[in-house]
Nanobody, 124 residues
Framework: QVQLVESGGGLVQVGGSLRLSCATSGRTFSAYAMGWFRQAPGKEREFVSTISWRGSSTYYADSVKGRFTISRDNAKNTVYLQMNSLKPEDTAVYYC?????????????????WGQGTQVTVSS
């Protein structure tokens, strides 16, 4: 069974930074693209970023482009989300997910395994 465990969330002031990590179990982590999504209170889950299986291709939501960076370490079965210049509207629970394939994807239905999420709160 594949398990995804996020960490690194917390409370940060506007303009601050956080680095989220998502550690995955299983021997085939490198064979799948990965993604980050987030859900704010009262809102639907939304796409944040995705990275292809080798890390050669990445894609970001317009709202985080230029501020967030996704990366992966296949030797450690871990995907990261570096978040800089954080804004109050970035406050949400952040989820990592495994894509059903090697290419990037922005639609949640394209992902088959999800973590439990980590809370990010940006205070003004």
């Amino acid at each position: 069974q594949v398990q995804l465990v996020e960490s690194g969330g917390g409370l940060v002031q506007v303009g601050g930074s956080l680095r989220l990590s998502c550690a995955t179990s299983g021997r085939t982590f490198s064979a799948y693209a990965m993604g980050w999504f987030r859900q704010a209170p009262g809102k639907e889950r939304e796409f944040v970023s995705t990275i292809s299986w080798r890390g050669s291709s990445t894609y970001y939501a317009d709202s985080v482009k230029g501020r967030f960076t996704i990366s992966r370490d296949n030797a450690k079965n871990t995907v990261y989300l570096q978040m800089n210049s954080l804004k109050p509207e970035d406050t949400a629970v952040y989820y990592c997910a495994r894509r059903q394939g090697t290419a990037t994807a922005v639609v949640a239905d394209e992902y088959d395994y999800w973590g439990q999420g980590t809370q990010v709160t940006v205070s003004s």
